[in-house]
């Protein structure tokens, strides 16, 4: 319900005790049902004792609505410190009705001295019409304030604990990641480093390759200097053997 805000002329100060609210909530929803009832029986047997109870409840039901009120706006004050921000906007809308429920119950009243007055049966179902919006608003803001608790956890100090013990893991974890992120990096930093050596090392391997085909070569001149050298102990060889050949031929 988007309703308006409005306020009591009423100033809270901080001495109201916290977790008074249950009390005083429980009874601000039961009594106008109580006065329904006795409305109810009135119409059949027409005591007038019953419509003074019925005043009186009607003084008393404003009285509880006004502690109600401000038990409401002491532990929702505590508990909007815990709550999520879906829960802060519920507990908003639940101070909100709680507000027009304050004047409103000054509505019911008002027709009842109305239809005490006028005595006219248009008054007296503009009366059970009032009483009966009251008491269905008032449900409702009931049912609104057990979500609180139940959903949203408001006053409840073990889902407050959980909760906390939740945003510790989640301040750990950011840490832990934070953590990571930075080795990380470092490490990136270090292989990024060894590819570079890595590089240049290659490079300057492909520059100065080793020097084996000139050893090679040398191996290739020895023998050709060992062809050289055999060739031409050879070739002194054949001279000689023609020199004998001749000597041979001189001889008669």
Request: glycine share 6%.
């Amino acid at each position: 319900m988007n309703l308006p805000a409005i306020t009591l002329p009423i100033e809270i100060t901080d001495t109201v005790p916290v977790l008074l609210h249950p009390i005083a909530v429980h009874f601000a929803v039961v009594l106008p049902l109580v006065i329904m009832i006795l409305e109810l029986i009135n119409l059949i047997t027409k005591r007038k004792a019953l419509s003074i109870s019925v005043y009186v409840l009607f003084i008393l039901l404003i009285g509880l609505f006004v502690a109600a009120y401000i038990t409401g706006v002491t532990d929702g004050t505590e508990a909007g410190l815990f709550l999520s921000d879906e829960g802060k906007e519920a507990l908003k809308g639940h101070k909100i009705l709680g507000t027009y429920l304050v004047y409103l119950t000054l509505l019911p009243l008002l027709l009842k001295v109305l239809s005490l007055f006028v005595k006219k049966g248009w008054s007296r179902a503009l009366y059970s019409l009032g009483l009966i919006i009251l008491i269905a608003l008032t449900f409702f803001q009931a049912k609104k304030g057990g979500e609180l608790v139940y959903s949203y956890g408001a006053n409840v100090s073990s889902q407050q604990l959980l909760e906390d013990k939740i945003e510790t893991l989640e301040e750990d974890i950011d840490t832990l990641q934070s953590s990571c992120e930075e080795e990380l990096a470092a490490l990136k930093e270090r292989y990024s480093d060894c590819n570079l050596t890595f590089a240049e090392t290659n490079a300057t391997a492909v520059q100065t390759p080793p020097d084996t085909n000139g050893t090679q070569g040398v191996t290739v001149d020895a023998n050709a200097s060992d062809t050289v050298i055999k060739t031409d102990l050879n070739g002194s060889a054949a001279p000689n053997k023609t020199k004998s050949g001749d000597a041979n031929s001189s001889k008669p």
